[in-house]
């Protein structure tokens, strides 16, 4: 796990974020809103979905006890009607076992407990979007190597491909 985090490489995101109290979805969704593309604020279950089927999400924050619902189950049906498989981050006030192993078996990434910390969301956000991350990076120098490919021999792409595969942290 890195140490220091770049919290600007959130700013290509968008988050769907799931809070039944008001204030703490609209204090937190602008707290967000700092950092993320574009934050989507849900108070229930229904309101969550609706976003899903209209917008594209990249990551989710939900509460687990939601008026009329539970963001466990909302993560049940996302993952298993929607078919998406989105990182998601789980809140909740209780630390109820039998929700943390429902959890677990869902996968969720991470669990958070309220009132949430909000160094301690963003730092869990970065951690559940860094393989998504990592992944663009990957596919950026795949496209600077094709690119140049076309324009050169096959000598100069094998150099250039060795080069960026042995850059370090610093990308020296």
């Avoid at 008001?22 to 969704?29: F, G, I, R, V």
């Avoid at 108070?43 to 008026?67: F, Y």
């Avoid at 466990?72 to 109820?96: C, G, M, N, Q």
């Avoid at 690119?147 to 850059?167: G, H, M, P, W, Y």
């Amino acid at each position: 796990m890195m140490n220091k985090r770049n919290f600007e490489l959130l700013s290509s995101f968008s988050v769907l974020y799931v809070e039944d109290e008001a204030d703490l979805l609209k204090h937190t969704t602008s707290f967000l809103e700092d950092f993320f593309k574009k934050v989507h604020p849900a108070q229930t279950a229904e309101e969550a979905l609706e976003i899903l089927k209209r917008e594209k999400i990249d990551v989710i924050i939900t509460d687990i006890h939601l008026r009329y619902s539970n963001g466990l189950d909302l993560l049940k049906t996302i993952k298993h009607e929607l078919e998406l498989e989105l990182p998601s981050i789980v809140a909740t006030a209780f630390s109820d076992t039998e929700y943390l192993l429902d959890a677990i078996k869902l996968h969720v990434d991470n669990y958070i407990i309220k009132p949430v910390n909000i160094k301690e969301l963003l730092n869990s956000l970065h951690d559940v979007l860094l393989p998504k991350i990592q992944a663009k990076e990957i596919e950026r120098s795949y496209n600077i190597i094709k690119t140049i490919s076309a324009v050169t021999d096959s000598k100069q792409v094998e150099i250039i491909r060795f080069i960026i595969k042995n850059l370090d942290s610093d990308n020296m």
